[in-house]
C-alpha cells in the first residue's frame, strides 16, 4: 500500500501558504524588490547548510527563503503585464471558509485563468501613467466553471501576516475596503492575471512534511546513520553478465552501490559518461532483483529472528499478517488473470496487467523524475528505444506511463492523456452513447489510476509527482530516480519523496548547470543549491561516472582537469571516432579560442541581457568558410551555436536570415546554454559575448554554465570571446592558458575575412594535414558573407531527442542575476 500521508498536515500546509501570500501588498512587493538587490544581511533569513540539527532549523532556514522567491516570481509576473491584459470581471456571491473569503466571478474569456493562478484583483486598472488604487487583493483560482464562465476565487482579507508567523496578523485598510467590494453582486471589478503558484506550494507542502518523510534524519544529517547492506538485493546470473558486458567499472560500481541497499545513492555524470545509460541499466537491476538474504540458489537462507514471542502475542501477529483466516485475501482482489501472486512487468504498455512465467515473487515499483519534461521525455525516448531486460537477459519494454503535461511527440504514445482516450475509445466501441462523448470525469479519473496502478515505471517531472493523481494511489514506490538532481532546489526534490519510498537514486552533476532561481535573494542565501549538491558537501558518499565517450580528448582535457579533478577517462575508441577532416586546419579544432579584442558588448534597451554585434559578424564568416569546405556541417544536427545570452541568440537567429535567406532551424541550431544542457553536436561554436575594459562578466563567470557550454562538443569547441575580459575570471583565465600551451589560441581583428584567407589557411594547416575533401579549394571570394542562400540539407529524419529544440529551450539569461 501507498504511504498513508497526513491529509490534514498537507491541508494545513497549504492554508498556512495561501494565507501568507494572498496578505501580501503587491505595489508595496514592487518597491522593495529594487532594495532588496542590494540586501545581503536581511533579518529573517540563513544561508543554506550543510547539515541540520533538527526539522525547526531546517524549516527556519528553507521556509523564509522560499518565500522569497515566490515574491521574486510574483515580480517577475510584473515584466509579462505587457502579455497578460486586464479583464472585466463581475462579482457574483462569496462565503468564507477556513479564514478565507470565497468568492465566484463573472469572466466571459473563462479560459484565460487556471487553477492556482495568483490574480490581481482591484477597482480599476493600474499600470505605468495611471493613478495608483487602494483598493486591490491577491486572489487564487481554486475553480474554474467553463460552462457558467464563472471562477471561483480565494482571498484572504482578514489582514496582512507579518512575516510568515500566520498568528500575527495586522488590520489593513486596503483589504478591509475589498471585502465591502467582494460582497456586492454585479460590482464591476478587473483582474491581472500575475503568475502559477502550482510548482511553489507543492514544493512549499513537501518542505513542511519533511518531518514525516521516512528519510528525514537523512536529509537533517546528510549522512546514513544504518546500513541495509545485509539486505542487498541478488540479480539472475545472466541478467548481471549483460550488465557486466555493458557498462564499464563506474557505471556497474554505481549499480552496485544501488543494489547494496543504500537508501540514498547519489550518482555523479559528467558529459558524455553514459548517464542515461547508467540509469537504464539500473532500471534492469531494480525491477529483477530480489533479497540475498530471502533466495539463494532457490533455498531460505540467512533469516533473522526476533526473541520468542509469548502465545497470545503470536496470535495477535498472527492475525493481523494473516487477514484472509477472518475474511477475504486481500490481495486476491489485485491478482490479475493467469498470473502469479506478483505483478511483474514483461512488455507492452496494452493496458492490461503484466504477467511473467518465472518463480520469481517480487514486483518493484518505481518513480523517475526530472526537473523538466525535456529530461525526463529524453530518459523515456531511450527506454522505448533499447527497452530493458529481464531475468533471462530478453530485451523487452515494461509497461511505464509518462504523465504530465506537454509530452514531446516522439513518447506520445505512453503519456497519460494519450493512454486514456485510447481506454476510452475502447469503452466507447463497446458501450452506450453515454460514453461515447470522451467519458465523464469520474470514468476517466478511474482509468489514470488503473494505468498507475499497473505501470512497473512512472515518469514524471518533479513538480507534477506532487499533484492529485499521485495521492490517489493504492501503492506507494518502492524506488525514486531523480535525473538531473543537481538542476533541482532542494525543496523540488522533496516533492516525489513525499510519496513514500524505500530508496532513492539522484542523478546528476553539481558542476553542470545549477537550478533556476528568480530571486536574487535567495541565490545569495544558498537557495539554489541542489539537495545533491548540499549532500556532496557534507561529505556524502558520490559514484562518479568517469569514462566519457562523447568527446575528442583534446576537447576533454580541460573540463576534466578543471571540474573533475583529472578523473575523466576516454573510451577506449573515442578519439577515432571524433576525428574528422576539417581537423587538418588548427583554427577548426578540435578546441580553438578566438580572440576578438575588438568587439564591444552591448545591451538591448529595457533589457537584462547583452549582445555583441562583432562577435556575430566573426562567427557567421567562421561557419561559412567551415559549411563551404565541409557541406556536411550544413545542418542542425551537426552543428550548434551557443550563447549564455538569449538577446545574443535571437540576434544570431535574425542575421542568419537576413544573410544566408533561410530559417537557421534548417542549416545551424542556435540556443542558449541553458537550452543545450544534457545535448551534443559535431561543432559547437560558442559566443562568450562580454567585452569590456572594466566590467564584469555577469553570470558568464558561472563555471558550470562555462562546463556545459565547452562540453557540447563531439570534435571540435570553437571558443569566441575577448581574452582580456574573461581573463578576470579564474576559471576563463585556465581555459586561456590551456588554449596558449597547445597552441590553440588566435588573435582576430578586422576584417575578419582575411583571417580565413586561403594564405592563411594554408599557414594554420597541420604538418600531416589529411586529405582535402572532395571539392576544388575555396577561393577568396567564395568567402563572401553575402553568399547565395543555402538550401535544406532533407535532415528530415533527425528526430532524435538530441535536437529537441523548441526556439527559446528555456533560454533562462539570468535575469536579474546577471550583476555587475
Sequence with gaps: MAVDKSKLEEEASILRFYKIVLSWDYLRLLKQSDKNKSRRNDSGLSEVKDTYKDVDDYLATFEPLLFEEVKAQIIQGKDDEEKAEWKLVLTNNCSETDGFLSSTIILEDVQSVSQNDLLLLSEKQFGEGKELPTKYVFALVEHRHDSRLQVTLRMNLSGEVQGINVDEIEPCPRLLNMRSLVSEVNKPLYILKICSLSTIVREYVALRSVSSLPFKDLILAAAENNSLEDQAWEIPRSLMEYIESNHNKSQLDAIRVGLSRKRFVLIQGPPGTGKTQTILGLLSAILHATPARVSS??????????????????????????????????????????????????????????????????RVRVLVCAPSNSALDEIVLRLLNTGIRDEKNRAYNPKIVRIGLRPH???????????????????????????????????????????????????????????????????????????????????????????????VYLVGDPVQLPATVISPLAEKFGYGMSLFKRFQRAGYPVMMLKTQYRMHPEIRMFPSREFYGGALEDGSDVKDRTERLWHQYRCFGPF???????????????????????????????????????????????????????????????????????????????????GFQGREKDVAIFSCVRSSKDKGIGFVSDFRRMNVGITRARSSVLVVGSVSTLKRDKHWKSLVESAEQRNSLFKVSKPYKE????????????????????????????????????????????????????????????GGMDED
Design 297 to 362: 540458489k532457490g533455498k531460505l537462507c540467512g533469516i533473522k529472528r526476533g526473541p520468542e514471542l509469548p502465545l497470545q502475542e503470536k496470535h495477535n501477529h498472527w492475525v493481523k499478517a494473516s487477514p484472509w483466516l477472518h475474511g477475504i485475501n486481500p490481495r486476491d482482489a489485485k491478482m490479475p488473470e493467469n498470473g502469479d501472486d506478483g505483478f511483474f512487468p514483461t512488455t507492452g504498455n496494452e493496458l492490461k496487467p503484466e504477467v511473467v512465467n518465472s518463480s520469481r515473487k517480487y
Design 409 to 503: 511527440h516522439s513518447v506520445q504514445t505512453v503519456s497519460m492523456d494519450y493512454l486514456v482516450e485510447q481506454k476510452l475509445a475502447g469503452m466507447d466501441f463497446q458501450t452506450s452513447d453515454k460514453q461515447k462523448h470522451g467519458g465523464t470525469g469520474r470514468e476517466r479519473d478511474t482509468i489514470r489510476a488503473s494505468i498507475l496502478d499497473q505501470a512497473a515505471i512512472v515518469f514524471s517531472t518533479l513538480s507534477f509527482s506532487g499533484s492529485v493523481l499521485f495521492s490517489k494511489l493504492n501503492r506507494g514506490f518502492d524506488v525514486v530516480i531523480i535525473d538531473e538532481a543537481a538542476q533541482a532546489v532542494e525543496p523540488a526534490t522533496l516533492v516525489p519523496l513525499a510519496n513514500g519510498c524505500k530508496q
Design 592 to 674: 580553438c579560442f578566438f580572440d576578438i579584442h575588438e568587439g564591444k558588448e552591448s545591451q538591448p534597451s529595457g533589457s537584462g541581457s547583452w549582445v555583441n554585434e562583432d562577435e556575430v559578424d566573426f562567427v557567421l564568416i567562421l561557419y561559412h568558410k567551415m559549411v563551404t569546405r565541409y557541406p556536411e556541417l550544413k545542418s542542425s544536427s551537426r552543428l550548434a551555436i551557443i550563447s549564455p545570452y538569449r538577446h545574443q541568440v535571437k540576434l544570431f537567429r535574425d542575421r542568419f536570415k537576413n544573410t544566408f535567406s533561410v530559417e537557421s532551424d534548417k542549416i545551424v541550431d542556435i540556443n542558449t546554454i541553458d
Design 755 to 814: 583571417f580565413f584567407s586561403d594564405e592563411s589557411l594554408k599557414s594554420m594547416a597541420a604538418s600531416e594535414a589529411k586529405p582535402e575533401p572532395t571539392g576544388a579549394p575555396l577561393t577568396e571570394t567564395e568567402v563572401d558573407i553575402d553568399a547565395p542562400a543555402y538550401g535544406n540539407t532533407g535532415d528530415a529524419d533527425q528526430v532524435a531527442m538530441d535536437d529537441y529544440g523548441d526556439g527559446d529551450g528555456d533560454g533562462y539569461d539570468g
